[in-house]
């Protein structure tokens, strides 16, 4: 079954013989599939009425398990955002009642940011959404193919997780 990388890689293995294009076999549909998988969720996030930052925010303060709070430094490491813009999320999630701002019982000076029950209820039904839109995307694998490709994609980007940016 040809794809459209095929026929690229044809292309350009016709006019350019000398270059090996042999990266392009891989590395093209998984940029192929970054793109589905953005349209997907940003589809899971539209019917729910948040957007992909807020959803982070959400579902971050969500895993970290009862009472769901994190001070916004912990938020920061988890949502790889700068403190200014961190601030700014938590103002406008705390606005529309999905999150709300306590005192920290161990540092007077710091704040606690807490998923409110709206916020949970939000971020759970956005997350079955979303992991529906996955699936349909993982629908032609099998389970067994599905964690092979888990596994390959765990080695080959697990490097770039400890590089800075």
């Not at 957007?51 to 769901?68: M, Q």
Request: aromatic share 4%; net charge negative.
């Amino acid at each position: 079954m040809d794809d459209e990388v095929d026929r690229l890689v044809a292309a350009w293995r016709r006019e350019r013989p000398d270059l090996d294009v042999e990266p392009l076999e891989v590395l093209s549909r998984v940029s192929r599939l970054a793109r589905h998988l953005d349209r997907a969720r940003r589809l899971a996030f539209a019917e729910h009425g948040l957007e992909p930052w807020e959803f982070d925010v959400l579902t971050a303060l969500r895993r970290a398990g009862d009472p769901y709070q994190l001070s916004p430094g912990r938020l920061l490491t988890q949502t790889l955002v700068t403190s200014g813009t961190m601030t700014n999320r938590i103002d406008r999630l705390a606005k529309k009642g999905l999150v709300e701002r306590l005192p920290d019982p161990s540092d007077r000076r710091g704040v606690l940011v807490r998923l409110t029950a709206a916020g949970r209820d939000l971020g759970d039904s956005t997350l079955a959404g979303l992991l529906a839109q996955e699936r349909a995307i993982l629908a032609q694998l099998s389970p067994d193919q599905c964690r092979e490709l888990a596994g390959l994609l765990r080695e080959l980007t697990a490097p770039f997780d400890n590089i800075p940016d």
